[in-house]
Each structure stands twice: as structure tokens, then as C-alpha cells.
T-cell receptor
């Protein structure tokens, strides 16, 4: 089974509007972390936000927030007030707390912000 | 400045000619890994290392080798490259997690775009 599933290969959003990028995960490890990364067209991977499995509150970092629904195993990224510079590929990732400490990445969502 | 440095950034090579992509990090991270990125497939882990002399296969290890002789370096070796290894490669490093995963995000190198003809 896929560890991380991102079902939206591409999305469009109007500038200044909010957008939600979906991510579901699969793990039986009670300790895990969820991460979102942004990859602009220049190619570098930029860390955006982190959510721990034991965290009670949803994580927020500026215009980014993570809608964490543990029972549904979903960790959606919400970008508020989209900007043209938000156009990029976005990857959801999970790291399990087991001894192997592995990272798993989704296939990504390409976000295009329209002026 | 904390960083992961990969070299080269771009490489065009011929089938069968051995090559090495270097990766170095200056953050004293225990965990290092290599990924390849292909359209529609996201990042797939090739190999990872939890510490010096400790390496293990990821999801797509065939055709690749790694070594971890020093904590800061984790080179990726393609002994006999083939066209299906044409891809964008990333090296990443991170702390090992303790009781909390906070602060254990992966730091990525700039990427190496490899073309095998």
C-alpha cells in the first residue's frame, strides 16, 4: 500500500484565494511526523511545515496551515491568500518513528496560481 | 550556513560509464538518503544511512551503490549507468528522531540532473 497519497496531480487557484492540497497517509506506527515541502520551478526543495502525530493542535507557519485529521489519516496543506510565488510542486511526506526512521514522499501536486 | 551540497548539478554521460555523485552536509546529521524524482512518481528513496557504516536499501536501489565512511559524506555510485537512470537526484540529511519528530525535517541538496544516453 502507498504510504503517502496525493490525489491531485494539478490544481489551479485564483490569486488571493485559499487552497487546500490533499494528503493521506498510511502507517501503523503510533509515532510519526508529517511534512510538507515546496519545489519551485528552480528545483530546490523547501521545507514548509511539520505536524507530529501526538500534536493536539494543527500546525501553522505564516500563510501555511496543516489540517491534521488523525482518525482519517489525512494531513492537508492549506495555503491562505495565495500569491503568484506559490506556484510550485508541493510534496507531502511522512517519517515513521520506528528504528528505521524512514521518510516517505507522495507523488506531488502542481499548484498554479492565476493572476 | 547549514547546507547539503551535491555535485555535479548537471551530468550527461554514456551508458556503462561509471559515475559518482557526491553529497556532503555540514549539520552533523546522522541520517542521510538519496532520492530520485521522476514525473508523476514523486521522490523515491534509493538508499539511506542511519549513521557511519550503516546503510540500507530504499525503494528503488537496483543499479546504485552508496557508502558512508564519514558522517558528512554520502556519495551515490552508478557502476554501469543505463538510460532508465536518467532522472533528477536529490541527497538529503536530517537528525534522527528522538521522542519528538519536531526539528527532524530533511534538508535537501540542490539536485543533480543526470542524463544517460
Amino acid at each position: 500500500a502507498q504510504k503517502i497519497t496525493q490525489t491531485q496531480p494539478g490544481m489551479f487557484v485564483q490569486e488571493k484565494e485559499a487552497v487546500t492540497l490533499d494528503c493521506t497517509y498510511d502507517t501503523s506506527d503510533p509515532s510519526y511526523g508529517l511534512f510538507w515541502y515546496k519545489q519551485p520551478s528552480s528545483g530546490e526543495m523547501i521545507f514548509l511545515i511539520y505536524q507530529g502525530s501526538y500534536d493536539q493542535q494543527n500546525a501553522t507557519e505564516g500563510r501555511y496551515s496543516l489540517n491534521f485529521q488523525k482518525a482519517r489519516k489525512s494531513a492537508n496543506l492549506v495555503i491562505s491568500a495565495s500569491q503568484l510565488g506559490d506556484s510550485a510542486m508541493y510534496f507531502c511526506a511522512m517519517r515513521e518513528g520506528s528504528i528505521f526512521n524512514k521518510f516517505y514522499f507522495g507523488s506531488g501536486t502542481k499548484l498554479n496560481v492565476k493572476p | 550556513e547549514a547546507q547539503v551540497t551535491q555535485n555535479p548539478r548537471y551530468l550527461i554521460t554514456v551508458t556503462g560509464k561509471k559515475l559518482t555523485v557526491t553529497c556532503s552536509q555540514n549539520m552533523n546529521h546522522e541520517y542521510m538518503s538519496w532520492y530520485r524524482q521522476d514525473p508523476g512518481l514523486g521522490l523515491r528513496q534509493i538508499y539511506y544511512s542511519m549513521n557511519v557504516e550503516v546503510t540500507d536499501k530504499g525503494d528503488v536501489p537496483e543499479g546504485y551503490k552508496v557508502s558512508r565512511k564519514e558522517k558528512r559524506n554520502f556519495p551515490l555510485i552508478l557502476e554501469s549507468p543505463s538510460p532508465n537512470q536518467t532522472s533528477l537526484y536529490f541527497c538529503a540529511s536530517s537528525r534522527r528522531s528522538g521522542n519528538s519528530m519536531s526539528g527532524t525535517e530533511a534538508f535537501f541538496g540542490q539536485g543533480t540532473r543526470l542524463t544517460v544516453v
